[in-house]
């Protein structure tokens, strides 16, 4: 029970220095405004603490993965537009959330050693990739004044749409479920009489 009581005070007296040294930054440098392009940085600690406890707590807590995804990958999300002041990207930027469900679940399955809640950690972040350049498209070409984001969103729907026809049309041979779960054996020549 101490060293828990060990883990919890030292990360807190962590956070407690982090908010000193930015505090501390703030006075001194006054032009710069450190608390309002750094404030998303809790969020993404948060995030981190679960990650900290899913390690701390072994496999039987690896759900944790989960909501310290959501809650960094969104951390993440509101720096950068935080820095770019171009808050309008929450129009599609929620399926940045699908995105970041699909990585909690990928890592939670990594960290079991589950492949498939792997595949579905994966099959989760490909739909949110998806949705994401969709509606991105559709709001930044239709709403947008230009700019790099106009190139940006084409190509990926080109791209997405390429990885479409490859993938389904047959192009690429096929791997089926099953070559991946078991390992591949050469087949062995009878003997010669």
Do not use: C
């Amino acid at each position: 029970m101490s060293t828990k009581r060990n883990t919890g005070s030292i990360i807190g007296g962590a956070i407690l220095i982090v908010f000193g040294i930015l505090a501390l930054l703030g006075q001194l440098f006054r032009h710069f405004d450190f608390w309002g392009i750094f404030w998303p940085f809790i969020l993404i600690g948060i995030g981190v603490m679960f990650f900290i406890g899913m390690f701390l707590g072994g496999k039987s807590v690896a759900g944790l993965a989960i909501p310290g995804a959501i809650i960094s990958v969104i951390g993440l999300q509101m720096f950068l537009q935080n820095l770019t002041g171009y808050w309008e990207t929450w129009s599609y930027g929620w399926t940045v959330i699908l995105f970041s469900v699909g990585l909690g679940i990928f890592i939670m399955g990594a960290y079991n050693g589950n492949t498939q809640t792997r595949a579905s950690g994966l099959k989760v972040m490909k739909i949110g990739a998806i949705l994401f350049v969709i509606f991105g498209a559709f709001f930044e070409l239709i709403f947008s004044a230009g700019g790099v984001r106009q190139l940006f969103f084409p190509a990926a729907l080109i791209l997405l749409g390429l990885y479409l026809v490859v993938t389904r049309s047959g192009l690429l041979p096929r791997r089926n479920k099953e070559s991946f779960d078991q390992p591949q054996i050469p087949p062995q020549n009878p003997p010669q009489q």
